[in-house]
């Protein structure tokens, strides 16, 4: 990839960013008012008694201490260093990396170490389209449902697959603001408040958890009665349980109406601008 073509999905921008692989996500209550009283006691911790390395230990012993250490999958690292990087608390982020304290990089004493924290690419660097990404970045303006989708390679690329057939092209980056970045956004929100979306704390996406190992939940569409949606994909990664084809129908009804609503609304923009 050239240098001038790399988007930086982690921190694009001073109203988003991504701590995903930090583990943001993996702890068994992941709600975002519960992550963010997580973020906010560890990062006014963390300004009240690191001054330099040393005090390092001690943060992370309190850390263990006042907060709830269950996870969704064992084998995932949840780092207690990440939290707000803003007062505003709009950006997460790594409280050990240089621009957090003065050109010092405290990584070293990170579960992942300096090396990896500072060189790992996530997939979605790799397999989204700098279409996507960057209507992505355009489309989503909050930490927390940034993070989730822009790590669900999945629901990025079934929802752009759709407007592109719709359309007749990839959809332009710029185009994403006013009435089809709210289109685009309603959808994706969809992540957060999809009215099908099965309860179980172990569920994450398409994933459900035994504490030890991740398994694909599928829908059953044969119990259904039906063939498998076109949407199955969008379901899956929407965490969906059905429990009648009525509301499988209803689902399909909403990702639908806000696909062609996009559409329309993308091709009436085109008409103006000719
Ligand atoms: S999951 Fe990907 S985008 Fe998110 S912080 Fe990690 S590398 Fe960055
Ligand atoms: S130390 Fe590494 S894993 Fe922990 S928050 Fe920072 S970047 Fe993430």
Redesign the pocket.
């Known amino acids: 990839m050239k240098e001038e073509d790399f988007i930086h999905l982690c921190q694009p921008d001073s109203g988003n960013s991504c ?1 995903a ?2 583990g943001l996500y993996n702890y068994a209550d992941n709600t975002k008012d519960s992550l963010i009283r997580r973020l906010r006691n560890r990062t006014g911790l963390f300004r009240k008694i690191v001054k330099d390395m040393a005090d390092l230990k001690a943060f992370s012993d309190r850390i263990k201490e006042l907060e709830s250490s269950e996870k969704l999958y064992e084998v995932i690292y949840c ?1 207690e ?2 939290g707000f990087l803003d007062g505003e608390e709009k950006r997460v982020g ?4 240089p621009l957090q304290n003065d050109g010092v990089d405290m ?1 070293d004493v ?3 170490g300096k090396e990896l ?1 500072n060189g790992h690419f996530c997939p979605s660097y790799q397999f989204l389209s700098r279409e996507e990404k960057l209507s992505m970045i355009r489309i989503v303006d909050d930490w927390y449902l940034y993070g989730l989708c822009i790590t669900d390679i999945d629901l990025v690329k079934e929802y752009f697959r759709f407007i592109s057939e719709g359309i007749c092209g990839v959809p332009r980056p710029d185009r994403f603001e006013g009435k089809l970045r709210d289109i685009a956004l309603r959808f994706f929100s969809l992540k957060i408040s999809w009215p099908f979306r099965a309860t179980d704390t172990n569920r994450f996406g398409k994933y459900y958890f035994d504490g030890l190992q991740y398994m694909i939940s599928h829908i059953d569409y044969d119990a259904l009665g039906c063939e498998r949606s076109k949407f199955d994909k969008i379901f899956l990664s929407f965490t969906s349980r059905f429990s009648t084809l009525e509301e499988l129908r209803r689902g399909e009804d909403i990702i639908r109406e806000n696909i062609e609503e996009f559409i329309a609304c993308y091709k009436m923009g085109a008409v103006g601008q000719l």
């Open positions: 701590g692989c930090c780092c260093y990440l790594c409280l050990l990396h990584r990170s579960f992942y924290c």
